[in-house]
């Protein structure tokens, strides 16, 4: 049984930080993929950044890119997102991800990798509010 668990979120002001953190049970090395998605009430589910495990490369969506980072975290079971100049676009409810399946997109493309019907286990989500 995979566990995913994101941080708390919370409440910031336009041009703010907040960083999530993702703490997997088990070696985040051990996931092929690993994301964070977004999702606002009535829409689908948005990927925001992945990361690939074989090479580290990263994937950030276009509407976050030069904002959000994915890093690793300092323990090997932990994975986060650091936001930065925030904007009352991204309030959301944000969910890690791992273990990409390659069910529909057979490619490491970004559209892919931002998938979020290619992930097998997902956390519970956090809030994130960004006020004006």
């Known amino acids: 049984q995979v566990h995913l668990v994101e941080s708390r979120g919370g409440s910031v002001q336009a041009g703010g930080s907040l960083t999530l953190s993702c703490a997997a049970s088990?070696?985040?090395?051990?996931?092929?993929?690993m994301a964070w998605f977004r999702q606002v009430p009535g829409e689908a589910r948005e990927g925001v950044a992945a990361v690939r495990a074989s090479n580290s490369q990263t994937y950030i969506a276009d509407s976050v890119k030069g904002r959000f980072t994915i890093v690793q975290g300092n323990s090997k079971n932990t994975m986060s997102l650091v936001m930065d100049n925030l904007k009352p676009v991204d309030t959301a409810m944000y969910f890690c991800?791992?273990?990409?399946?390659?069910?529909?997109?057979?490619?490491?493309?970004?559209?892919?990798?931002?998938?979020?019907?290619?992930?097998?286990?997902w956390g519970l989500g956090t809030q994130v509010t960004v006020s004006s």
């Open positions: 991800a791992a273990g990409r399946t390659y069910r529909r997109y057979n490619s490491d493309y970004a559209d892919a990798a931002l998938s979020a019907e290619e992930y097998a286990y």
């Open positions: 088990k070696d985040t090395s051990t996931y092929n993929y």
